[in-house]
């Protein structure tokens, strides 16, 4: 807290209040608050390759952005910096920020007190510990965690080192969609709920071909890439690099384009060995904000049991480990069985009539939602007009509704929990590995939410952890 302090960092709740009112969320180069440059938080951005840069992007109008970081010289950090990421000056130039390869070196300045952590999710938690050991506050890219050992570790060090700590989770923020969800849920206007069910999407294939072996780029770390993960070839398709470095670029449609089969970059999602696939990746989105409706997404409560007995895989598992190396692994094809504390099913499911988005069932009524529309007969009947905004503020641990970094950057500023805090995004991801673990054993598993533990299945809890490649291990807490 030093750096933050010597700045003068706290502002009074009315003036943030007033300049907060301003800015939309979806205005990132706006700033929300007109500080001088000594005054401004100073972030370094580690992992700038797709979801990475575009946070970079949005975190420019917020805060001076002095530091890049990123294994891939060629792509991830040319595309972020041309939205002119970095200080900007009184001419009105922008300063460059300061470039790394090494997270470390960012984590090591003295200057910087805020960290915005976008690479593979198998880096996340050494990375977030590490910055706050370091004594920066961490914006962390969803899914935070690989496993429920990691879970209990990311919380620990959040309540250990004092430091704010958002995960990416925006859809919290989507005031008129999950939050509206959310209050007509808790307000009980379908009355008890007994059914949700989660569409997260299906998972993406590589087909019914091997993914050929291939040298990895000039210049890119392989190893280093693949941190804690089992060591492994660089699997590419021939055209892979023209994919990834002349088509794939950083713009609107970024996020659509699909770069050619690997184990890199926006397809390492596809391997158990360093992410979830669809479960953790959309699953931290909507199980995420199907916990929060239904108010179990605290310690001790949530799921019971999960069955994973409907689940298909595009390669062959036994004992709950892939058989072929050179293929996408994760589970393309599901729908897992969720018992939750409070007596209600919930399901997740790789397609549904209803489409990606959350379905809510109650005694009372029923209704859908997802990031483009809320619908059903109770919103129909003008059920948002019955919430005031304490209602909202109720809902953001009493932080005004503003867009999702804006809401970490005033938790900085006044302390108080961020609206994507750390113990609740722990709750749902318990239930995204779980739907892992299920389904990679094809299995029921009992799972007891106050231990945060599987219950009577030895090799199922032998999944909860695993081991750490030497030279990568997740620091102690």
Known sequence: MAAIDRRHFLKTSAALAAAATCVSSFSPTKRVWAQAPSDRLRMGCIGVGNRGGWNAYEFNGLCDIVALCDLDLEFSIPQTLNYKIGVKGKDGQVKQPDIYTDYRKILERDDIDVVSIGTPDHWHVKIAVEAMQAGKHVFCEKPVTLTIEENKIIRKAVEKYGKVFQAGTMQRSMRGLFPLATLIVRGGYIGDVKKVVCDVGGDRTSGDTDIPKMDPPKGFDWNTYLGQAPYTDFLGDGDFLQNWREKGKFSDTFFNWRFGRSRCHNEFRWWYETAG???TDWGAHHIDCALWALGLDKKGVGPVSVDGTNAQHPVPFKDGYPTVHNRYNTSHKFDIGFQ?????????VSSSPDGLGILFEGTKGRFYVNRERITGKIVEQGVADEFKEEDYVALYNGKPWEGHKHNFIRCIREGGKPVSDIWSHVQAM??????????RLNRKIEWDP???TIVGDEQAASFMARK???GFEIPAV
Do not use: D, P, W
């Open 430 to 439: 318990h239930a995204c590995h779980l739907c892992s673990i299920s389904a």
């Open 277 to 279: 696939g669809k479960f």
């Open 468 to 470: 750490q490649r030497e």
């Open 340 to 348: 939750l504390s409070n007596g209600a099913e919930m399901r997740v």
């Open 450 to 452: 106050v231990k945060e």
